[in-house]
């Protein structure tokens, strides 16, 4: 189970400590679909990824696969791809984020992500200030839609 909440960036922090990954993932399923399935190339390694519908909870299954399998399916996402660089850092209490920049037809959309292991402790999260609004419930904001959007929500 996947427990996270979704932030727009008020104030990029300084990324001293975070790591950094080049990500571009691609949509096989559309948004119509019950379930998500998507192919993402994250740094060196290669996923498949299968998504439950819903917004904070939702089930996820995700698999390593080789380059070449990947490389067989990148083109049944056309038209449904997004690129970024994810930041993996950690907040003062520990907490595990992730900033995702986005480039391409995105650039300049910045999110932030923090995974929970319960409901309860991500409705009792309170944002650092960097934060800016929760988009959590937001649809247009979740990496499927912003794949097939034209340009970031405004």
């Known amino acids: 189970m996947e427990i996270e909440k979704k932030y727009l960036v008020a104030e990029c922090p300084a990324l001293d400590g975070f790591k950094a990954e080049v990500v571009r993932q691609g949509y096989i399923t559309s948004g119509a679909d019950s379930i998500e399935v998507r192919v993402r190339q994250k740094g060196q390694g290669y996923y498949i990824t299968v998504k439950s519908k819903g917004t904070m909870a939702r089930k996820e299954y995700e698999t390593a696969i080789e380059e070449g399998h990947f490389n067989a399916l990148w083109p049944a996402t056309e038209g449904r791809r997004l690129e970024k660089t994810r930041y993996t850092g950690a907040l003062p209490d520990g907490a595990v984020v992730e900033l995702d920049i986005f480039d391409g037809h ?37 990496n499927s839609a912003l794949a097939v959007a034209p340009s970031a929500p405004e």
Request: glycine share 6%.
């Open 106 to 142: 995105l650039a300049g959309l910045m999110l932030v992500e923090v995974e929970f292991a319960s409901v309860e402790e991500a409705v009792a999260f309170t944002a650092p200030d960097w934060f800016g609004a929760d988009v959590t419930e937001d649809k247009r904001y979740k």
